[in-house]
DNA sequence: CTATTATATTTCCATATAGCTATATAGCTA
DNA sequence: TAGCTATATAGCTATATGGAAATATAATAG
C-alpha cells in the first residue's frame, strides 16, 4: 500500500462502482437530494448515504444544505484532475501511426 | 455490489492504486519485463505481478511472450474507454459560463 | 411539544485486496 | 542433465469495502 492516499487513489477508487457512476451521471443534470438519488437503486438509504460520503471524500461531490434537505453536486474539477492524468496515453490510442510503428519495430525485434 | 462487473468497475479500480498506475505510466515508454518494472518499486515481485494480473485483468495491459521473459505492453483502447467515459463530463470543467449559470441559477432559487 | 420527513451513524457480516514468504513452473545455458 | 533466470502461484494475514438493519440526529409542520 502506498504510504499516502493521494486525491487520484480516492477518486479513481469511487469510480470503481457503477453505482457511484451512476449517481454521478444523474447529477451531470443538476443538483439532487440523497432521496431522489436513491429513487433508481434497490439499496437501503443507508448505502447510498455510504456512497455519497465515498463520492465526497474522493472530492467529485459535494454537499448543499436546504431544510432537512442536503442535495449533493458535482465538483467537475475532480473529473478534471482524472482527465489530466489520463491525457499521456492520448496519444496512444489516437494515433493509428504510433501503434502501427510499435507493431513493426516489435516485429523487426523478433527478426533480430 | 453490482450483478454483472463492467469493464469500467474493473478498469478503475485498478487505476486507484499508485504502484499500477506508476505501472501504466512506465509503459507509455514502451514493452517492459516484470523485472524492469519491478525495479522503481520497494515491492517483492509476487506483489507486482499481482499488480500485473490486475492490469490485464481489467483490459489495461497484455503480455507478450520472449524466451522466459513476459513483457507486458499497454492496451490504450482501454484508456479510451475510460476517456470516453469521462467526456459527458468535460463539459461541466470546461465552461466556465456554465458554471456560472449553475452558480447563479441556486442562487436565484434560494432567493425563492 | 410531538410527529414527520430527510439523512447520518453505528454495528455487524461477507467478501475483496495488498502485501509477504515459500514454492512451483518455464525456458535457457553449460 | 543440472543449474540459473524470469515469472507465476499458493497460502497466509491485515485491512478495506459494500451491504443490511437498527438507531440517532436535524429540521420542519402542526
Redesign the pocket.
Known amino acids: ?2 504510504i499516502e492516499s493521494s486525491q487520484l487513489d ?1 477518486a479513481f ?2 469510480l ?2 457503477p ?2 457512476r451512476a449517481i454521478l451521471a444523474r447529477l451531470t443534470l443538476g443538483e439532487a ?6 429513487q433508481p437503486f ?13 463520492l465526497e471524500g474522493a472530492g467529485l461531490i459535494e ?1 448543499d ?8 453536486r458535482l465538483r467537475p474539477e475532480a473529473m478534471k484532475h482524472i482527465a489530466d492524468w489520463l491525457e499521456p496515453f492520448r496519444m496512444l490510442w489516437e494515433r493509428r501511426f504510433d501503434n502501427l510503428d510499435r507493431h513493426l519495430a516489435s516485429k523487426m525485434q523478433k527478426e533480430k
Open positions: 500500500m502506498a480516492t477508487a469511487a470503481s462502482d453505482t457511484r437530494t440523497v432521496s431522489q438519488l436513491m434497490a439499496l437501503s438509504q443507508p448505502a447510498i448515504s455510504k456512497h455519497l460520503k465515498v454537499t444544505r436546504d431544510a432537512q434537505r442536503r442535495p449533493r
